[in-house]
């Protein structure tokens, strides 16, 4: 995955027109109201697997685990759907990864998480600039 992350960087820096609106989809942006509720569905989502760990199984940190996965799936979502936000989102998510990395030792997997945070930031940056180019 890392492999796959860093040659598509190399080849959107290199030549940008690859990576442009040109792929089909505009870059778009949700409203307030449309990330209020993803925020509301991660969270519900994230609370009952939260629970659920908790009550079944000994993990450590069963709420905050369970934030990450479902803020990916939610998130990926928004990948499709080529909303600027979801670099944003994936800024906090992989924020929260790292910590938990950290936390049980798992240094080499939060420095491939401190890798995914500087490609979601670069991500944002790259399609706020293109989305800025698309609406004038």
Request: proline share 1%.
């Amino acid at each position: 995955a890392i492999g796959f992350l860093l040659v598509g960087s190399v080849v959107c820096i290199r030549d940008r027109s690859v990576c442009a609106v040109k792929r089909g989809l505009t870059i778009i942006r949700w409203t307030s109201k449309q990330h209020i509720f993803g925020v509301v569905i991660i969270l519900a989502a994230s609370i009952t697997s939260g629970y659920l760990l908790s009550s079944n199984t000994a993990a450590k940190l069963p709420y905050l685990d369970s934030f990450p996965t479902w803020g990916s799936v939610f998130t990926t979502i928004m990948v499709a759907q080529k909303v600027l936000e979801n670099w944003l989102y994936w800024i906090v998510i992989n924020s929260v990864s790292i910590y938990l990395y950290i936390d049980r030792g798992l240094d080499q997997t939060a420095a491939m998480f401190f890798l995914y945070l500087g490609l979601a930031t670069v991500g944002f940056l790259m399609w706020k600039k293109a989305y800025d180019t698309q609406n004038g």
